[in-house]
């Protein structure tokens, strides 16, 4: 009558989960460390901040670090857009 759900992964993950967010909020990003380091597991597919320098070997078998820069280059200006059409001459709001 009733289904039973696995608790078991998924608490496991949020648990995991909210200890790397803490850490990673505790050590902060500074400006010197302009990069964003993480672990992704290989299960869940989902990415878990970690601090600079994490050994993502330590989370689990088959994490893979995984890091991009919190700013890149500013792109180039785009090509101006074209005019609109001319509203309706005499037309009150």
């Known amino acids: 009558?009733?289904?039973?759900?696995a608790r078991g992964t998924g608490l496991l993950a949020s648990i995991g989960a909210a200890a790397v967010s803490v850490a990673f909020l505790a050590t902060g990003a500074s400006a010197a460390?302009?990069?964003i380091s993480?672990?992704?597991?290989?299960?869940?597919?989902l990415i878990y901040i970690v601090?600079?320098?994490t050994n993502c070997t330590t989370l689990g078998k088959?994490?893979?670090?995984?890091?991009?820069?919190?700013?890149?280059?500013?792109?180039?200006n785009?090509?101006?857009g074209t005019n609109g059409t001319n509203g309706v001459?005499?037309?009150?709001?």
């Open 1 to 5: 009558m009733f289904k039973k759900r």
């Open 33 to 35: 460390d302009p990069q």
């Open 38 to 45: 993480s672990c992704k597991d290989p299960k869940t597919n």
């Open 51 to 53: 601090a600079s320098g």
């Open 62 to 76: 088959g994490f893979t670090a995984l890091n991009w820069n919190q700013s890149g280059v500013a792109g180039q």
């Open 78 to 80: 785009g090509a101006p």
């Open 89 to 93: 001459s005499g037309y009150v709001v």
